[in-house]
């Protein structure tokens, strides 16, 4: 009898998975708001708590690497807690390694880590994603690490932190850590968002997301998204020293800058909404900025299937699309030899990182000097596949020129791989990128360090220091 009533339950019990998985997959595909909102829960709401299945979001000093005394138990009281944050042996790299990368990728070893492998790292007892890491301006050795505090706990998540805290590595080079426990950054919420329709529920968002925490050629900034005054959700500005209180070298008395980066400066002491050409998509993210020689800013909104960019000015209003004016100078032919191409369903080209400058020569080179000839600025994009309700991202760095119209001068010819990534399938989603060397903001040569920044299947951070010259050794030029 208990079997036939067991027969009888799988009976009914496996149509109705069926037709829940068949309507789910309808409701996915059948138009493009759809598209959108499982786009935005991806981003506030991983697909785990709705389905039970991982899934990842849409949205120098000592050039070696340093060693700290955070450590122990006899670190000035502080000590090594448990680590919801900490890669689990399971997680972490393994000797089971798919090398199946070696002919289809560029791969990218640490220039500190024993092993060459990436490093972890580790917000003390709190759970965080999409991670920034940037030089402290007054401490040696010491960096700034800035992710979004992801509380395992809260199935239906509308209160969102930007977690920070000065950090600095364990004695193996293997974990950069909090020095003392991360605090939330005091961004003030920025209202409702015009927000309708099936998106009416991300009126609810209260706090900032996916921060990216950057330098620009004097200071630092923060750029985040949250509810807009134009769209529903958009992107906000505001000086990172700000919220941070520091009194170092960077500050808006500084006789070097230009009036630009002056006028600017003094516009973002408070978050500011950054504005694009229109027409807005009702969820807008990932923007970049980048600045031109005479240190006017400008920002970048798209790649795919176009690029679309333009000049801010003070206060975050926006001048027209300058990007038709690369188009001319053999753009777009490059972009279409070199980009990936998405499939026909749930592929997608994001942009992912801030923007660096750099100088296509090294600095122990006497002869190398920084001219509109040899300096360009570059960036990380992703090629995003999202199947069986897990994406993956295959990671590519654009180079474009200094100065307008900006036009494209490489693009990766071949994904990046972190070294100690152990299979295609794991999700490694880049956020960020800095140089390594404490008062290097934005400008930088072949043989400077930097550190790349990820997430690791929406549980993890972590980052990795590498050669410059390593992340743009594949660019095939335009």
């Known amino acids: 009898m208990l079997v036939r009533g067991f027969r009888r339950l799988i009976l009914i019990v ?43 979001q849409q949205v120098l000093g000592d050039q070696g690497g340093s060693r700290n005394i955070y450590k122990g138990s006899d670190n000035n009281g502080l000590s090594e807690a448990p680590h919801t944050n900490e890669l689990s042996s399971s997680e972490n790299v393994d000797d089971s390694v798919d090398s199946s990368h070696i002919n289809t990728h560029t791969e990218l070893f640490s220039a500190s880590t024993p092993d060459g492998k990436y490093f972890k790292i580790n917000f003390g007892d709190k759970v965080a994603i999409n991670p920034n890491i940037v030089p402290h301006p007054l401490l040696d050795n010491v960096w700034v690490i800035v992710a979004n505090h992801y509380d395992l706990d809260d199935a239906i998540p509308t209160h969102f932190v930007e977690l920070v805290c000065d950090a600095a590595f364990n004695e193996g080079g293997t974990e950069l850590g909090c020095l003392f426990p991360p605090i939330p950054l005091p961004i003030v919420a920025t209202g409702l968002g015009k927000c309708e329709g099936e ?15 950057l330098y620009g050629p004097r200071t630092p900034f923060i750029v ?35 009036p630009e980066e002056q006028e600017q400066e003094s516009f973002f002491q408070l978050g500011t909404e950054l504005h694009r ?112 309700f897990h994406s993956v991202y295959e990671p590519y760095a654009m180079v474009f020129r ?74 095939g030029f335009c």
């Not at 998106?199 to 925490?213: E, T």
Request: hydrophobic share 35%.
């Open 14 to 56: 496996l149509p109705l998975f069926f037709l829940f998985y068949t309507v789910i997959r309808h409701f996915r595909s059948r138009s493009p708001i759809s598209y959108t909102v499982a786009d935005w829960i991806q981003q506030i709401l991983p697909i785990s708590h709705i389905f039970g299945t991982r899934h990842g």
């Open 199 to 213: 998106l009416q529920y991300a009126s609810l968002n209260v706090g900032p997301h996916d921060a990216r925490v």
């Open 224 to 258: 985040y998204g949250s509810n807009s005054h134009e769209t529903c959700f958009g992107q906000w500005i505001q000086d990172f020293q700000v919220l941070m209180n520091w009194n170092g070298d960077g500050n808006l008395e500084d006789a070097s800058a230009t």
């Open 277 to 388: 050409p229109p027409p807005y998509s009702p969820i807008e993210k990932n923007w970049f900025l980048f600045w031109d020689p005479d240190g006017q800013m400008y920002a970048h909104y798209d790649i795919a299937p176009r690029r679309i960019f333009a000049k801010l000015d003070v206060g975050g209003s926006v001048g027209p699309d300058l990007a038709p004016l690369a188009a001319v100078n053999n753009d777009d032919k490059c972009m279409e030899k070199y980009v990936p191409k998405p499939g026909p369903e749930h592929e997608s080209i994001h942009q992912a990182t801030n923007s660096l400058s750099i100088t296509m020569c090294q600095r122990s080179d006497p002869s190398c000097s920084p001219s509109d000839t040899n300096t360009f600025l570059f960036t990380i994009f992703q090629h995003k596949t999202f199947h069986d």
């Open 402 to 475: 200094r100065r307008e119209p900006f036009q494209v001068y490489g693009v990766s010819q071949n994904p990046l791989w972190i070294h100690g990534r152990n299979t295609r399938n794991r999700m490694f989603y880049v956020t960020s990128m800095s140089w390594k060397a404490r008062g290097q903001k934005y400008h930088g040569y072949l043989d400077d360090i930097l550190f790349l920044n990820f997430g690791i299947e929406d549980r993890h951070t972590a980052g990795i220091d590498i050669l410059a010259s390593d992340i743009l050794s594949s660019l």
